[in-house]
């Protein structure tokens, strides 16, 4: 079975602090990415990694970087915290060429910005 | 640009049939997914049909494609109080990692 873990399932921050999110999965998935889900408005994509050292912006990448040091990790970094970015972050991962591009989702981090 | 639309709420009894319903934009989709969402939980991929099927049944879940009218429906039949959750309506395009997912749909199942 895929396994993708967050670092943390809940994460309390203030305005201003920079922030980590890591997500690991263990079975060698070319491709990762970083969603945001707030209520009403679904899944949004931040960034994505097709390979290591590779990324690209999603559809709301204001506000956020990513590092993809090794294959199986996939890091997003807030770089100064802000309010509007309260929200639930979840990770997934995906081989590349599948057969059926499924992508495997991680427990989600729930972050609040004080 | 691609856009994936569904209802946002369904409830129904415990023991009935729940259908989702979504409807999505772009004619090139590979495979249509349905994904759901346990409260406080990531995202579980429940199935997933190829864009050339008109039907796939695994167990309690019937998932029809209509590709004229681009709409895609999750049937669960005899529906339990464990099926409550956010159900996810997704596509992916050949050649393109990524996927566009609906805003999900809230099913609430009572006894």
């Known amino acids: 079975d895929v396994k993708v873990t967050q670092s943390s399932r809940y994460l309390v921050k203030r305005t201003g602090e920079k922030v980590f999110l890591e997500c690991v999965q263990d079975?060698?998935?070319?491709?990762m990415f970083w969603y945001r889900q707030d209520p009403g408005l679904g899944l949004r994509l931040i960034y994505f990694s097709y390979d290591v050292k590779m990324k690209e912006k999603g559809d709301i990448p204001e506000g956020y970087s990513v590092s993809r040091e090794k294959k199986e990790r996939f890091s997003l970094i807030l770089e100064s915290a802000s309010t509007n970015q309260t929200s639930m972050y979840l990770c997934?991962?995906?081989?590349?060429?599948?057969?059926?591009?499924?992508?495997?989702f991680g427990p989600g981090t729930r972050l609040l910005v004080l | 640009g691609e856009d994936v639309e569904q209802s946002l709420f369904l409830s129904v009894r415990e023991g009935d049939s729940s259908v989702i319903n979504c409807t999505y934009t772009?004619?090139?989709?590979?495979?249509l997914y349905w994904y759901k969402q346990e409260p406080g939980a990531g995202l579980q991929l429940l199935t997933y049909i190829f864009s050339n099927m008109d039907m796939k049944q695994d167990q309690r879940l019937t998932v029809l494609l209509n590709k004229k009218d681009k709409h895609l429906s999750l049937r669960i039949a005899d529906t339990q109080t464990g099926d409550s959750a956010i159900y996810f309506c997704a596509e992916s395009i050949q050649g393109y990692s990524t996927l566009t997912f609906g805003k999900g749909t809230m099913l609430l199942v009572s006894p």
């Open positions: 772009d004619s090139s989709s590979t495979y």
């Open positions: 079975m060698d998935h070319e491709n």
């Open positions: 997934a991962s995906m081989e590349a060429g599948g057969p059926q591009e499924t992508q495997y």
